[in-house]
């Protein structure tokens, strides 16, 4: 499967953003689907992550209560809903694919996932 975040921009403290992960090549109801994000000179991070059937969501610490993560199994589409965004959120942001049968337990690792799109900047400004 190919995946390709847009969404991303500068915004200031407080602000919201919506990511968006369009899928193609095979249908995006065969994949869990993760979102992470990478600051820079630090490692890729868990932030958010969505079921196959998007019944069951899972979340960071530090983005609990601020981001949703939903799917469109239909549209082909994985969104990440970010608000009252903080300067500690910027980062690059990928959406990543996985099929591990084990995601309950392994959804927030990134060894996990098998496809991963290119990153979009997200850049919030105090």
């Known amino acids: 499967v190919q995946l390709q975040a847009s969404g991303g921009g500068l915004v200031q403290a407080g602000d919201s953003l919506k990511l968006s992960c369009a899928t193609s090549g095979r249908p995006l109801s065969n994949y869990h689907m993760g979102w992470f994000h990478q600051a820079p000179g630090k490692g890729r991070e868990f932030v958010a992550a969505?079921?196959?059937?998007?019944?069951?969501?899972y979340y960071s610490d530090g983005v609990k209560g601020r981001f949703t993560v939903s799917r469109s199994n239909a549209k082909n589409t994985v969104y990440l809903q970010m608000n009252n965004l903080t300067p500690e959120d910027t980062a690059v942001y990928y959406c990543?694919?996985?099929?591990?049968?084990?995601?309950?337990?392994?959804?927030?690792?990134?060894?996990?996932?098998?496809?991963w799109g290119q990153g979009t900047q997200v850049t919030v400004s105090s």
């Open positions: 990543a694919a996985s099929v591990t049968a084990t995601y309950s337990s392994h959804y927030n690792n990134a060894d996990m996932y098998i496809s």
């Open positions: 969505a079921r196959r059937s998007g019944d069951v969501t």
